[in-house]
Nanobody, 123 residues
Framework: VQLQASGGGLVQAGGSLRLSCAAS????????MGWFRQAPGKEREFVAA????????NYADSVKGRFTISRDNAKNTVYLQMNSLKPEDTAVYYC?????????????????WGQGTQVTVSS
C-alpha cells in the first residue's frame, strides 16, 4: 500500500488548506485512517483520525473546531480540511492507515505511512 499526501503549501494565518491522502495498491476502505504532523525539533503528534465508515472521528485538542477529517471510500482518499490556520500549525503533515477499522490516536497502531506534505502558516 502506498499513501500519497498532497495539498500542503504556504498560507497566511487565518487561511485554509485541504490536504488529501490517496491510497494505492489496495483499498483501505475498511481501515481507520489518521493525520499526524511533525514540526521542526518536535516529535510527531496526532492531529485527527477517522474510522473506516467515517462515523467516528477524533481530533487533537489543538485543532478541534478548526480541522475536519473526512473520507471518500469510493476514491480511496482521506481529507483534512484545515481552517483558521495558525503559525503553530506549521509542520509536515503525514497521513497514515491502520490495520484496524477505528480512528486511533496512537501512531503505533498505524501500519501504512505517506511521505508527508509541508504546511507553512505565516503570521
Amino acid at each position: 500500500v502506498q499513501l500519497q499526501a498532497s495539498g500542503g503549501g504556504l498560507v497566511q494565518a487565518g487561511g485554509s488548506l485541504r490536504l488529501s491522502c490517496a491510497a494505492s495498491g489496495r483499498t483501505l476502505s475498511n481501515n481507520g485512517m489518521g493525520w499526524f504532523r511533525q514540526a521542526p525539533g518536535k516529535e510527531r503528534e496526532f492531529v485527527a483520525a477517522i474510522s473506516w465508515s467515517g462515523r467516528s472521528t477524533n481530533y487533537a485538542d489543538s485543532v478541534k473546531g478548526r480541522f475536519t477529517i473526512s473520507r471518500d471510500n469510493a476514491k480511496n482518499t482521506v481529507y483534512l480540511q484545515m481552517n483558521s490556520l495558525k503559525p503553530e500549525d506549521t509542520a509536515v503533515y503525514y497521513c497514515a492507515g491502520a490495520q484496524g477499522s477505528g480512528g486511533y490516536l496512537s501512531p503505533s497502531l498505524y501500519t501504512y505511512w505517506g511521505q508527508g506534505t509541508q504546511v507553512t502558516v505565516s503570521s
